[in-house]
């Protein structure tokens, strides 16, 4: 199975912030990779697909890069509802598909 | 605007079997897998498994041999069933449409782009 190992696993930060959370898979996932958004007793939310590319109707303050075993999400100016968990996840390889462990995003 | 509408039973005994549908309403059940994953109170998210419109599936090797996802698309639904629960299953549920496959022979994976309310499911005896 590929690992996929998020960090931090909890950050503060403040309105306004530039945040960027890391995801490395533990072997090659070419660009495959998604960001998801998880709030409190929801659904995940998908953000990002392809390491780079914007899911229709997601602000454009979210970006993912990367590619390999190394990738990105940033949040460029943090607003009161990006406060959230967000998993990484691959799907080049596999079953199985997995996920990150999540990084929460807290209110400083 | 598609939307996932699932349900199934949320209190089970050990041993017995989870039982949960997903019905796909508002647009094509075609040309998308469609998958389970679950997520353990307090903790990150599981992937189960995935299925086709024409039923190809494909499964977690942790839970494969408990695991069967079925589909019906006379119905536009697909199904759950995972065997001999325990505790250990006690989850939230949730079903995806998965964007992936082969384009001109090259694959892509878009995500899960539209996700069902989450059913909990809790294993106690």
């Known amino acids: 199975d590929i690992q996929m190992t998020q960090s931090p696993s909890s950050v503060s930060a403040s309105v306004g912030d530039r945040v960027t959370i890391t995801c490395r898979a533990s072997q090659g996932i070419s660009s495959w990779l998604a960001w998801y958004q998880q709030k409190p007793g929801k659904a995940p939310k998908l953000l990002i697909y392809?390491?780079?590319s914007l899911q229709s109707g997601v602000p454009s303050r979210f970006s993912g890069s990367g590619s390999g075993t190394d990738f990105t999400l940033t949040i460029s100016s943090l607003q009161p509802e990006d406060f959230a968990t967000y998993y990484c996840?691959?799907?080049?390889?596999?079953?199985?598909?997995?996920f990150g462990q999540g990084t929460r995003l807290e209110i400083k | 605007q598609v939307q996932l509408q699932q349900w199934g039973a949320g209190l089970l005994k050990p041993s017995e079997t989870l039982s949960l549908t997903c019905a796909v309403y508002?647009?094509?059940?075609?040309?998308?897998?469609w998958s389970w994953i679950r997520q353990p109170p307090g903790k990150g998210l599981e992937w189960i498994g995935e299925i086709n419109h024409s039923g190809s599936t494909n499964y977690n090797p942790s839970l494969k041999s408990r695991v069967t996802i079925s589909v019906d698309t006379s119905k536009n639904q697909f199904s759950l069933k995972l065997s001999s629960v325990t505790a250990a299953d006690t989850a939230v549920y949730y079903c995806?449409?998965?964007?992936?496959?082969?384009?001109?022979?090259?694959?892509?994976?878009?995500?899960?782009?539209?996700w069902g309310q989450g059913t909990t499911v809790t294993v106690s005896s």
């Open positions: 996840q691959q799907a080049n390889s596999f079953p199985p598909i997995t």
């Open positions: 508002g647009g094509s059940f075609s040309g998308y897998y």
């Open positions: 995806a449409r998965v964007r992936r496959g082969y384009s001109y022979a090259r694959y892509y994976y878009y995500g899960m782009d539209v």
């Open positions: 392809a390491a780079s």
